[in-house]
């Protein structure tokens, strides 16, 4: 009877021990869930802080973006208001620039009619040779209607001489007028050596009667520059005005002017047999007002005008060293090239 008891204890054991297995077995798979599950937690909890960082860097890119359009937007402000001072700075150099033009044209119109004043007393006396001509050859009519000795030809030759004479005298006052008058600046084609004699034509009577000798060595060929031939024509009335001036006290009494043309630029001298320039006026005496004469002979604006006129034109001048007595005066000016501008260059 004791026997059976033990027999059937034995598979309950068993049946124990497998239970036992099993539950062991699932509560190590419920701990490597539970393991699984942590390390997800930690995961998750990883990825909510990273996720949290990233936020916070967002928060602070877009904060950042923030202040970077605030900037923007005052930089923006800022360069229209620099537009804004740079347009109206603009305007203002402008308007000072056409004041300067217009200064510059009203000095130069100052010194034209300073120049004309100066010419008065050689003018004069270049209009009385024709005007006493014109009295001779009509005296001379008069005298044969008035004896009777009325012969056509001989009248008609008197007249014509006279007509002549009134002519010349009609072409002085021209070109003075011409010479005084303010006028818009317009470009053409300039012979300088025309301009040269033409200016001769208003400063010899000046220049003979102080006993002063004009030698001319002027170029073969055409020098024909883009320029004004009145403003040239006062240039070259400057120059010989400062040498007639400087010759005053001299002996031999002579100016030389020669021009030449060497590739694209047209030199002009013009040389005195005067005391010459010290060298410690050389550096001012393009200078405005600067002049080493006594006071109220001279405004000091002739050279200064001749060095404005000349860098209009695009050309220079200069003192040439001189060994020996009198000043040499270089003039340079760039050949034309093509035809005249439609608009005024300056």
């Not at 936020?55 to 229209?80: C, F």
């Not at 150099?93 to 009203?106: F, N, V």
């Not at 033409?198 to 024909?224: A, F, T, W």
Request: aromatic fraction near 4%.
């Amino acid at each position: 009877m004791s026997a059976r008891p033990e027999a059937e204890a034995e598979p309950d054991a068993a049946a124990l021990r497998a239970e036992i297995a099993r539950l062991e077995h699932r509560v190590a798979q419920a701990e490597e869930r539970r393991r699984a599950l942590v390390h997800i937690m930690d995961d998750l909890n990883e990825s909510n802080r990273k996720l949290g960082e990233q936020r916070k860097a967002m928060l602070h890119i877009l904060e950042d973006s923030h202040q970077s359009n605030l900037k923007l937007g005052d930089s923006r402000k800022a360069m229209i208001h620099i537009m804004g001072d740079l347009r109206e700075t603009t305007q203002e150099m402008e308007r000072r620039e056409q004041e300067l033009r217009e200064k510059q044209e009203q000095l130069v119109q100052a010194g034209k009619l300073a120049t004309l004043g100066e010419l008065t007393t050689g003018v004069a006396h270049e209009l009385n040779n024709p005007l006493n001509n014109i009295g001779l050859f009509v005296g001379n009519v008069l005298d044969q209607v008035r004896l009777g000795r009325f012969e056509k030809g001989s009248v008609l030759g008197e007249l014509e001489k006279a007509m002549e004479q009134v002519r010349k005298a009609t072409a002085i006052i021209s070109h003075l007028r011409t010479f005084g008058r303010p006028a818009p600046v317009t470009l053409e084609a300039v012979d300088v050596d025309e301009v040269i004699e033409r200016s001769l034509l208003l400063m010899q009577e000046q220049l003979r009667l102080r006993g002063i000798e004009v030698e001319l060595d002027l170029c073969s060929e055409e020098l024909i520059v883009l320029g004004n031939a009145i403003q040239l024509e006062q240039v070259f009335i400057n120059l010989l005005t400062n040498s007639r001036d400087a010759l005053s006290e001299s002996r031999g009494k002579t100016i030389r002017i020669g021009t030449s043309r060497d590739g694209t630029w047209i030199s002009v001298r013009f040389a005195d047999t005067g005391p010459g320039i010290a060298r410690d006026v050389e550096q001012r005496i393009f200078d405005p007002f600067f002049t080493t004469k006594e006071v109220g002979t001279g405004t000091g604006l002739g050279l200064s005008i001749t060095y404005s006129i000349l860098k209009e034109h695009g050309g220079r001048i200069s003192v040439e060293p001189k060994r020996g007595r009198g000043a040499s005066f270089l003039i340079q000016l760039p050949v034309m090239t093509g035809p005249p501008p439609e608009e005024p260059l300056f």
